[in-house]
Every structure is written in C-alpha cells, then in structure tokens.
C-alpha cells in the first residue's frame, strides 16, 4: 500500500514474532505481527460473526483515480470502482488473502469539521427523510448545517436568499 516502514521490534510476550510498524500517514502506527516459521496461507478469512471482513484505508481523490490502472499494471485483480453513496471504494486482496478496501469520500467537510461529523449530520438527515442510505443531498445539507454551526457571521440571516427582491 505503499506506507512507509517505520521500524521493526520483536514481540516480548512470543520471541518467535516480530511487530513491524507502518505509518498510513494520520499520526498513528499500523502493526503488523510477522513469523517467519509459518508458511503463508493465502486463503480468505472465514466470513461471518467474529471473523475480521476486510481492512479499510481512506485515500485522496487523486489517487482513488489511479487506482484501477495502478492495480491493473501490477496484476492485482481488483472490484473496480464501487459507489458507496457518500465515498467511492475499490477492493482487492493482499498477498495473503485478507481483502482490502481503498475508498475515497465524495465531499471535503468544513474547516476544523472531521468526516465523521459531517456523516453523523447526514445521518440524521437521511433518518428525517426516510431515506435508505446517505445520499448526496444529506452531505451537502449536512455542510451547510455544520458551517453555520462552527463558522462566525456578523450576518443573522444565513439563509439562502434572492439578494435583489422584484
């Protein structure tokens, strides 16, 4: 996935395993266990309760673009791109069976506004609605909701409005 390595430790409860630590690049550490008297079984994960799905990383747009031809050039068989309402995502599997998924949101929150929030808000508006899923009418009002919630006006009237009445 192209996150760089950042340094390598050996397990201190199991000797036989090292953790190595990648950066995905948010201030926080991915860990990996490794041993290397196991022989690799690249056979999926059982589905079901308890069992881990897939592994899901957030990209940026212009990469999320790449993705299918990046994917295509190294032999990776791949979902192609997949709309999920509010992000799009691309799923394949590691060498070792566990499926991935690469998604992309459809919308860049306010400033100091996290994605999470902006969902949350578009959550609630859907629910109002009676709506299946996010759709993208729940993220752009949930925007505008959130800017006029965190964002200072000397303006009362933050409405939309004809500026030049007849």
Sequence with gaps: LGMPFVFEQPNLDV????????????GRLITIFTNETVKPDPTPNPEGVGNLHHLAFSVSRATFNQLAGRLDARGIAH????????MDSIYFRDPLGQLMELASYKFEPPAGVSHAAVLLEAHKLRL???????EEVDLADAI????ERTTASLSTART???PYPA
């Design 15 to 26: 000797p036989e395993q090292n953790h190595l630590y990648f950066d995905p690049g948010d």
């Design 79 to 86: 979902s192609g791109p997949k709309d999920r309402g509010f």
């Design 128 to 134: 109002a609605r009676g709506a299946y899923a996010i």
């Design 144 to 147: 505008e909701i959130l800017t």
């Design 160 to 162: 939309p409005r004809n």
